[in-house]
């Protein structure tokens, strides 16, 4: 069991990483990797929101939708799901610790829209992925896509220095630095053979 | 009662779906967890619909109990002064953007209402309103340049290559220019200002423009050499260099740098500047800006950001005949007998207000040097 619970988590954040190898989640990646101050704080808030959204999505589709076979309407019920749970978290972290939500609050609206947060729910169930690996999956995509804004971040600051022709500033040019990295990170596949 | 009707509505709404999905809708293949059926049963879309709706209802109250159970209350002041202030989030104020310090100001009662550079006099009235505070005057500042040894003006020790940024340049031996005290010139202000107030000479020098510049000091926490300081606006004459190098070195490096020769100690009539380290400096709260040192200075290091001047002009109709004004000027520039109406001499007047500060009557103005009205004056003269 423990090894297919590393299996999972070693192949969501680094074989199959979401940014790199499956290209989701861009907006964000994007967005929040101009300084690294506010990648970090999107890294914290994203892989927290990740875990909780994929337990509860975990327990919502197999003790209510599997029985009433309503599987159907997983992205839908997914959606509501994630959002409802980030509304909630967004008011009570206001009230209970105010501090931490002034730091991290403003990445969690950003979260409610984001395709990898819809993507792990949706894998768990195609997967039929027990909690644990469900959870496993969910901690890796989020270490993952981490690892994928930490990486952008420090380099997009060098990049503010860097002599780039005029038509390739800002998300040109940062188009193409995805691109590379994603071509390092082929070098993953391969690496788990099951 | 109630019951019989909901079930004799659900009987009705399931038969009125079984019957038109049935011929409608192509069944095969729904996706997701369905397996392609011929035919979809009429259980599976009454228990979405009801799920779906439980699903809502269940949010919705969760969501509406967490609401008020974890109200936050926030003070209506702290809105209104969010929207007063300029929200570019500069931090001049020393708060982590414009909402930090309306929280601070109004939620606590040490915090002057005055804080915000950008925002100037009329945002801190605002803000005193608003808080109940009193508002001190905001003395306006201004990021002011303290070199003028441009490319064409300066020597350059090697030829720098690198990062086009001063903070990298800095990491070469302290940068290209031979003076260490010096502008290094690739515009490491100019991208830090969040107003645009920057822009660089043709000479690589940055030049902040005097209505964009908010004096919120991002520019002067930029520069690696320290080049750029925040100063009172009014305080118009600056000695534009920064270099303890001796002399004899500062003739060697640039052409426009301060060598301490100490003619404007000499000239200035408040004894404002003061040689310290091999460097002019002035004191402004002694300083007058009358500008006698601009036009002493042999290297031209001191900038007179007060151009052109302006030239004073006695009002002959309110003019008592005090002569404070003749006694003032640092150039004698007026003259008068006691008890009669003084004049300006326009050719010697240097601008510096010192007599409009201090006449009683207020009969003294300054205009404009070409269009002052020397001809009228004249006249009231020898009417006078």
Redesign the interface.
Known sequence: MWEKLLTIFIASMLINNFVFARYLGLCIFFGVTKKMETAVGMSFTFTAVMMIGAALSWLIYNY???P???????I??FI??VA?FV??AD??M???T?ALY?KLGIYLALIVTNCIILAVPLIN?EEHYSLFESLALALGSGLGFSLALIIMASIREKLE???VPKSFQGLPISFVLTGLIALAFLGFSGMITL | MFEQITQTLLAALSHLLYASLNKLVPLAGVGGSVEAMETVPPQIVVNGLIFLGLLGVVFGIALAIVASKFVVKVDPKVEQVRETLPGANCGACGFAGCMGYAEAVVGNPDVAPNLCAPGKAPVANKIAQITGKAAAAVEPKIARVFCQGGRSRSQRKFLYTGVMDCTAAVLAAGGDKSCEFGCLGYATCMRACPFDAITMSGDSLPVISKEKCTACGKCVAACPKQVIELAQMSKSVVISCHSRDKGVDVKKKCQVGCIACGMCVRTCPVDAIKIDNNLARIDHGKCITCGLCVKKCPTNAIHDYLAPRLRAFIDPAKCAGIDVCAKVCPVNAISGDLRAVHAVDQGKCIGCGMCEARCPKKAITLVQASTAPEKPAAKEMVSA
């Not at chain 1, 009433?68 to 997983?74: R, S």
């Open positions: 209510v939708m599997i009433f076979q309503l599987g159907f309407l997983k839908v019920i509501g799901v409802a509304q909630a008011t009570i206001k009230k209970v105010p002034y169930a220095l860097a002599d």
